[in-house]
């Protein structure tokens, strides 16, 4: 009998209903981004930085502008190691902290060699201009064009973080399809700022690309202290 249960499998495999994307981003029950409101202050591992500049390989996909890394750059949270994959732009910023809803985000992708992917998210108000923005800008590329390489120009992830690295920590989602759960979120505390010329030059790359915010269905958001 071993044969025929085994043989079953398969067919077992194909009557299993595919489950279509659009399940998880509407019916999912810990998606992201979220309000930040209620927290639980407590002693979270502290975030170290290994960020290191690399050539900048950078692609509009017409719903961000992404900026690509190799292994170079790590993300230690503890004693966790995290290999920053590449990071994005959101105008607006998605998650909100106290209502607040900001002008910008980036989002810095890490994954572990286990596959966990933890999303770093630094936010951004209005105000002065970023320099570390205003050196990449210029070769962001209009929509649809194939990734760009830029040996000569060497992007630093390092000079697009704050000082600070206090955080908010909690269990969410990608933020567009197949909106996959299980991606850590970690939101630094510390906005950075940028100005109205750089978000309408944002704007004008690619549109308004936040998601909105998404029910807490029950999770708890931790904070550091
Ligand atoms: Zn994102």
């Known amino acids: 009998m071993a044969c025929c249960a085994l043989a079953a499998l398969p067919l077992l495999a194909q009557a299993a209903p595919a489950k279509p ?8 029950q810990r998606q992201s ?5 209620a927290t639980h202050r407590q002693a979270l591992p502290p975030l ?27 993300l230690l949270i503890g004693r966790e190691s995290l290999t920053l994959q590449q990071f994005h732009f959101h105008v607006t910023g ?38 570390a923005l205003a050196a990449l800008v210029p070769s962001m590329p209009p929509r649809g064009q194939a ?4 040996p000569a120009l060497q992007v630093d992830p390092a000079q697009l973080l704050p000082q600070e690295h206090g ?6 989602s990608l933020t567009a399809p197949p ?7 970690i939101v630094l505390k510390t906005p950075l700022e940028l100005s109205a010329a750089q978000v309408a030059r944002l704007k004008q790359l690619f549109p308004n690309n936040a998601r909105p915010v998404q029910p807490l269905n029950g999770r708890v958001v931790s904070e550091s202290l």
């Open 21 to 28: 994307h659009v399940d998880l981003c509407e019916r999912g």
């Open 33 to 37: 981004p979220i309000d930040i409101t």
């Open 48 to 74: 170290q930085f290994d960020y290191h500049a690399a050539p900048l390989r950078i692609v509009n996909d017409g719903h961000t502008v992404r900026v690509r890394f190799a292994n170079g750059s790590r």
């Open 94 to 131: 998605g998650d909100r902290v106290r209502g607040e809803d900001f002008a910008m985000a980036m989002h810095f992708l890490h994954k572990s060699s286990a596959g966990q992917l933890v999303s770093l998210v630094v936010l951004f108000r209005l105000g002065a201009e970023n320099a």
């Open 147 to 150: 990734e760009r390489v830029v």
């Open 167 to 172: 955080y908010y920590a909690y269990d969410g």
């Open 179 to 185: 909106c996959t759960e299980g991606v850590r979120w």
